[in-house]
């Protein structure tokens, strides 16, 4: 089972930034750079929504919700992905997940909750 470790997690004041981050393993370097990363996030109650997406040749997709505030990168050496928040918004807390597309599988972090304080 590939393990996918999520961190940077935590409680953020509105108005602050948090960056978190996805660790994959090496076992998975040949899929890893080939494939678009993304972040999702689910709220109380709500359904999973996608955030952020980068496919392998750097390009970005946002929602709404969270463009201009919300970066998303990646580190192909190191297997790492990130997703900077700024402007951190109380309709932000949720529990956030990256995912990796292979094409063919899907990768994913084991969730990691973002809290706001007003």
């Known amino acids: 089972q590939v393990q996918v470790v999520e961190s940077g997690g935590g409680l953020v004041q509105a108005g602050g930034s948090l960056r978190l981050s996805c660790a994959f393993p090496?076992?998975?370097?040949?899929?890893?750079?080939?494939?678009?990363l993304s972040w999702y996030r689910q709220a109380p109650g709500s359904q999973r929504e996608l955030i952020a997406r980068?496919?392998?040749?750097?390009?970005?997709n946002y929602a709404d919700s969270v463009k201009g505030r919300f970066a998303i990168s990646r580190e192909n050496a190191r297997k790492r992905m990130f997703l900077q928040m700024n402007d951190v918004k109380p309709e932000d807390e949720a529990v956030y997940f990256c995912n990796l597309d292979t094409g063919g599988r899907q990768y994913w972090g084991q969730g990691i909750r973002v809290t706001v304080s007003s």
């Open positions: 980068m496919n392998n040749g750097g390009i970005t």
């Open positions: 090496r076992t998975i370097t040949s899929v890893f750079n080939p494939g678009d």
